[in-house]
């Protein structure tokens, strides 16, 4: 199936329609879930939705990739929105630490998938 210029990069099969079907119900589920944790909290920046929009765009991405080179770049942008997901309360200690041990866990990761792909 050509999609955009992607020939046979992209499958959309029952199993990847499946598995999104999952992912987005439970991204939605998330966010009933802790819609009373964003109206207490006044730290949450007013681009959250657009994060949380490219977060399921690339881990939608992810899931119908079939070709190594768009799994890394949907990897690449999915721990990039993760990143600033987990920054969120960045006024908190633990946040920026597990941000930080995120991201270098992340860059070391991406080094040897690059390497090997």
Known sequence: MN????NHQLSFDMYSLFFKFILF?????ILS???RYF???KNVPAEFPIIMQLFL??????IS???LVIAFIAIVGFSLTTYVLILTDF??????EAAI?????????SGLLGFGI
């Open 3 to 6: 999609f955009f210029g992607f």
């Open 25 to 29: 119900l439970t991204v939605k589920i």
């Open 33 to 35: 879930a802790s819609a």
């Open 39 to 41: 109206l207490m909290n």
């Open 57 to 62: 765009f690339f881990t939608s991405v992810l």
């Open 65 to 67: 990739a079939n070709d």
């Open 91 to 96: 006024l908190y200690h633990n946040s920026r």
């Open 101 to 109: 041990k995120y991201f270098y866990l992340s860059a070391v990761s």
